[in-house]
């Protein structure tokens, strides 16, 4: 929805009087709290692609498009 547009353009699309972006570290911060907080681990992957699972390529995403795509789901059918 964003792509390519301006904060101003973004703005209008959603209805907006302002547009900030949040920095990944605030909000990690903010989801964690900044001291007593037991979780170790945060998972960012959608907004930095670093999953901590380990393990997740480029070709591991691209099969997975692949065969859950419309054309893969025929294919597989038949």
């Known amino acids: 929805m964003a ?3 301006t904060n101003d353009e973004i703005c ?3 209805g ?9 570290g605030d909000l990690v911060d903010a989801c964690t709290g900044t001291s007593g907080s037991q979780i170790e681990e945060f998972d960012c992957s959608c ?3 670093i999953y901590v699972t380990g393990g997740i390529t480029e070709e591991y995403l691209s099969r ?3 065969t859950r795509s419309d054309s893969g789901k025929e294919q597989a059918s038949v």
């Not at 907006?16 to 990944?24: M, T, V």
Request: proline residues 0%; charged residues 20%; glycine residues 10%.
């Open 3 to 5: 792509y390519g547009k």
């Open 16 to 24: 907006a009087d302002w547009l900030i972006y949040q920095d990944l």
């Open 12 to 14: 209008q699309a959603i």
């Open 64 to 66: 997975i498009s692949r």
């Open 47 to 49: 907004f930095n692609g």
